[in-house]
């Protein structure tokens, strides 16, 4: 047989180019329709990690929650605040405390098809709690402060079904916590008018717009991160230097989000934020693990929830950011210089158990971040042109947090030896006695939000940083 014979016809050779073509288009399909999106974690491409509108009430069902929520700042003030303004309000706290003891469980059920209306419900009953225990009187007993059962069952019911933690969180108190000051208009850091405040001070409501601002900035992080795990290849000189531009450009936004962190000092006083503010955060392990914290009435086994307040230590972005840079804050990988005595002290699990108190979507988000197949760090290490961008993006970061540092030890460590009295308005003689009786119990000033040894935990996040640089540092 000739093999001219075996050689396929120009209508075969047609043929099998067509069925290559869609088999390839199929494959690419299939793998295009396996990879998941930003927006299948709920991330979207405008807003990042806020939802794409505001969060719409609850329905009427629920409506005594609401209303609650919208009573509260004018009828509660801080429990251990003595001021004249804050006994003037005793009263109508405790008519509102016991309006809500005398609550029935109300089911959630209806609420958990819809996505937007679980945040809302976990936003309005997180605030209730922190409002409920943090207005009650000081008690002297070492009794847990008990959660009634009308909060506690149904906030941790719609946790679950978001995978969030049952207490107030970044999201609650950030990311869902605003309305548009002009509905025509789109979501914007000018547009957003933040809604519920304890103190209703300008000073938290500009706490809010600082994270807020520095969420919004990282939303192009968020975009070039997706870029480069969706790049074709990593081997082109095309590609490696875009790598290398957008290595550049989150510099830039590192960069920014310092200058916004920064920007808090002008536009939050300390004492307002120590003193006012910060005390309706505390979750409850905020007087340490000895303390008796708190029990959710009617929730089996409450004591494994996961109670610590609210802190930046739980935005997603700045999360996505260390996953996408590799910064080992867990210690696993053999980096130089090897860690401090201090470092190693430090609470390596802080990240980890942050992200308990992000949306499971987001958390899940980064766990899809953590699992690529490409680190940048590997890239960067094996190509000699990506070293330097690489490196900088890292140097500000490690940047950040140590400014970052200086402002937790302005607002937290040097407030904690402050006198309220310094403060006009700040209440006076019983925070003093909290202050001195946590000092005395060795926590108090170095401890954060979340329980944490402040300094210790903020050290080894910025030298987990520095470690992560390439070139000997
Ligand atoms: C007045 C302003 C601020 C103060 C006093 C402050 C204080 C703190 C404290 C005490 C912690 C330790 C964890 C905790 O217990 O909460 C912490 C962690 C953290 N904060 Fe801030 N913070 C401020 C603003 C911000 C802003 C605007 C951001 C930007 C997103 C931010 C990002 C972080 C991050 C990412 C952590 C986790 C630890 C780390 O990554 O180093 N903070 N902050």
């Known amino acids: 047989m000739n093999v001219v014979d075996l050689l396929p016809s120009p209508h075969q050779y047609f043929t099998l180019a067509v069925e290559l073509l869609q088999s390839t288009i199929a494959n690419n399909r299939r793998s295009l329709s396996k990879r998941r999106t930003p927006l299948d974690f709920d991330v979207d491409i405008n807003t990042g990690f806020f939802p794409p509108q505001p969060l719409a009430n609850l329905p009427p069902a629920y409506a005594a929650w609401e209303l609650a929520l919208s009573e509260a700042s004018e ?61 009650a009187p000081p008690s002297n007993d070492d009794a847990p402060f008990v959660v009634p059962k009308s909060l506690a069952v149904p906030l941790v019911a719609v946790s679950r079904q978001l995978g969030i933690a049952p207490v107030l969180t970044f999201a609650d108190t950030v990311l869902w916590n605003w309305e548009l000051v002009d509905a025509s208009l789109p979501v914007s850091i000018e547009n957003m008018r ?106 089996p086994a409450s004591e494994k929830l996961d109670l610590s307040g609210p802190s930046a230590g739980q935005s997603s972005v700045m999360h996505a950011l260390d ?38 979507k987001h958390r899940e988000y980064l766990s899809s971040l953590a699992s690529s197949p490409r680190p940048i760090r590997e890239l960067a290490l094996q190509t000699p042109a990506l070293r330097e961008p690489f490196d900088n993006a890292v140097s500000a970061l490690k940047r950040l947090r140590d400014l970052h540092m200086r402002i937790a030890c302005l607002y937290i460590v040097t407030m904690s030896r402050s006198t309220p009295g310094a403060h006009a308005g700040c209440p006076v003689a019983s925070m003093m006695d909290r202050l001195q009786i946590s000092r005395a119990a060795g926590k108090g000033p170095t401890r954060g939000t979340g329980g944490n040894e402040l300094s210790l935990l903020l050290k080894a996040g910025r030298d987990a940083t520095r470690r992560t640089l390439l070139k000997e540092n």
């Open 75 to 135: 009828k509660l003030s801080l429990g251990e605040d003595d001021s004249e303004d804050a006994l003037a309000k005793r009263a109508s706290g405790e008519q509102w405390r016991s309006e809500i003891l005398s609550w029935p469980v109300i089911d959630t059920e209806a609420l958990h098809s819809n996505l937007r209306f679980l945040q809302r419900a976990h936003l309005v009953l997180a605030w209730l709690v922190h409002y409920f225990v943090h207005s």
């Open 194 to 299: 933040f809604v519920n405040l304890f103190s209703g001070t300008e000073d938290e409501l500009n706490f809010y717009t600082t994270s807020a601002k520095a969420e919004f900035r990282g939303i192009e992080m968020l975009r070039i991160i997706d870029e480069y795990n969706n790049l074709p290849n990593l081997t082109d000189l095309t590609t490696i230097s875009k790598v290398s531009r957008d290595l550049t450009r989150l510099t830039a936004i590192i960069n920014d989000i310092s200058d916004i962190i920064q920007g808090v000092r002008a536009v939050v006083d300390p004492h307002v934020f120590y003193w006012d503010l910060r005390p309706w955060f505390e979750g409850s392990d905020a007087k340490g693990p000895e303390a008796p914290g708190w029990v959710y009435e009617g929730v």
């Open 323 to 360: 996953l996408f840079l590799d910064v080992d804050h867990k210690l696993r990988q053999r980096r130089y210089p090897a860690p401090s005595d201090s470092n190693k002290r430090a609470d390596h699990g802080f990240m980890d158990r942050m992200r308990r108190y992000m949306p499971g």
